[in-house]
T-cell receptor, first 110, second 111 residues
Framework: DTAVSQTPKYLVTQMGNDKSIKCEQN?????MYWYKQDSKKFLKIMFS???????INETVPNRFSPKSPDKAHLNLHINSLELGDSAVYFC?????????FGPGTRLTVT | GENVEQHPSTLSVQEGDSAVIKCTYS??????FPWYKQELGKRPQLIID?????GEKKDQRIAVTLNKTAKHFSLHITETQPEDSAVYFC??????????FGKGTRLHILP
C-alpha cells in the first residue's frame, strides 16, 4: 500500500559514475517532483513533471536528467557524479497542494 | 522568484510550553502555505496548511496564522510534547504548484 516509493534507499558510488534513482506513486496524482536535501537539511526543488511533461526545471546541472515514462513514474538519472551530489533525494507527488514524499534515497559519492 | 525566510533555525522549549516559528515570503502571487514536519531519518510530512483566503487555521495543538499584507505566516504549537521534537519547514506555493521551502527550524522539546 506504499503511496510513494523510491529505489534504492541507499546508494554509495564513486565519483564519475552514472546512477539512477526510481520513483513510483500509486495515488493517481498528475504531478511528481524531485527534491534534494543537503547535509544542512535544506530542501530544494529540482524538477517537476505534470502528466509526463516537464513543468519546473530549477537551476540544476545538466548532469541531472529526469525521465517520466508515465504519470506514475519519475526517475532521476545522474551522470558523472561529483562529491557535492551527496545528499538525500526525495521524490514527491501531489494532486495540487500537499506534497506526498517518498522515503528518500541517501546518495553518497566517494 | 519566490524566496521564503524562516526563523529561528533552532528552537528549544520546555515541555508543555508553546513554540512559535515564523516565515516570510516575497512573491505576492503565492496562495498556498503548508508546514511540514520531518523527524530524524524520515520523510517530510504535512502537518497543517493554509490558503491565502484564510487568516488562521487550527488543528488541535497546532495553529497557523497568515498575514497577506505583511507576507508572513507563523506556526504555533501549544502544550509541546517530546514527540514534537523534529525539523519543521514552512513553504509557499503559487498556482503553478512550485513550492519553495524555508530552511527549516530544528525544534527541541526539553524535559
Amino acid at each position: 500500500d506504499t503511496a510513494v516509493s523510491q529505489t534504492p534507499k541507499y546508494l554509495v558510488t564513486q565519483m564519475g559514475n552514472d546512477k539512477s534513482i526510481k520513483c513510483e506513486q500509486n495515488l493517481g496524482h498528475d504531478t511528481m517532483y524531485w527534491y534534494k536535501q543537503d547535509s544542512k537539511k535544506f530542501l530544494k526543488i529540482m524538477f517537476s513533471y505534470n502528466n509526463k511533461e516537464l513543468i519546473i526545471n530549477e537551476t540544476v546541472p545538466n548532469r541531472f536528467s529526469p525521465k517520466s515514462p508515465d504519470k506514475a513514474h519519475l526517475n532521476l538519472h545522474i551522470n558523472s557524479l561529483e562529491l557535492g551530489d551527496s545528499a538525500v533525494y526525495f521524490c514527491a507527488s501531489s494532486p495540487g497542494g500537499e506534497q506526498y514524499f517518498g522515503p528518500g534515497t541517501r546518495l553518497t559519492v566517494t | 522568484g519566490e524566496n521564503v525566510e524562516q526563523h529561528p533555525s533552532t528552537l528549544s522549549v520546555q515541555e508543555g510550553d508553546s513554540a512559535v516559528i515564523k516565515c516570510t515570503y516575497s512573491d505576492s502571487a503565492s496562495n498556498y502555505f503548508p508546514w511540514y514536519k520531518q523527524e530524524l531519518g524520515k520523510r517530510p510530512q504535512l502537518i497543517i496548511d493554509i490558503r491565502s483566503n484564510v487568516g488562521e487555521k487550527k488543528d488541535q495543538r497546532i495553529a497557523v496564522t497568515l498575514n497577506k499584507t505583511a507576507k508572513h505566516f507563523s506556526l504555533h504549537i501549544t502544550e509541546t510534547q517530546p514527540e514534537d521534537s523534529a525539523v519543521y519547514f514552512c513553504a509557499a506555493a503559487n498556482r503553478d504548484d512550485k513550492i519553495i521551502f524555508g530552511k527549516g527550524t530544528r525544534l527541541h522539546i526539553l524535559p
